[in-house]
């Protein structure tokens, strides 16, 4: 695989899903930071900024849409790929039209969302 030296931010309530998105981004080169809420990730923005995020929608607390309109108001210059367990057409257009490049359904392809993050970082895709 090719190493790219990306930095990637994970966002997902489940450690599971932590831990395999973490694994399969850093075993493509990556640098995985990963966080259990939204409220932990936005705040980590102080220090630094991530080249693409990967967001769980259903999260309590603070959802990824939250997560998302909060991103939003700050004009971040990063994109957002989300992924999300519990699926609906509603839920796909409001990602989408909040900002996010990618919608994927859990359990997540691995070559897709790598694909998405790679179309995403690409400087034709920034």
Do not use: W
Request: glycine content about 8%; hydrophobic content about 45%; overall charge neutral.
């Amino acid at each position: 695989m090719k190493k790219n030296h990306l930095a990637i931010s994970v966002v997902d309530d489940e450690e599971s899903v932590r831990k395999a998105l973490s694994r399969l981004l850093r075993s493509a080169g990556m640098t995985v930071k990963t966080f259990s809420g939204g409220a932990e990730f936005l705040q980590s923005l102080a220090d630094c900024k991530p080249d693409c995020v990967v967001l769980d929608i259903n999260m309590p607390v603070m959802t990824g849409f939250d997560v998302l309109d909060r991103l939003a108001t700050t004009k971040v210059p990063f994109p957002v790929v989300v992924i999300t367990g519990l699926d609906s057409s509603e839920a796909h257009g409001r990602a989408l039209g909040a900002g996010a490049v990618a919608y994927l359904r859990k359990p997540v392809n691995d070559q897709a969302l790598l694909d998405a993050i790679a179309a995403s970082t690409a400087p034709a895709g920034r």
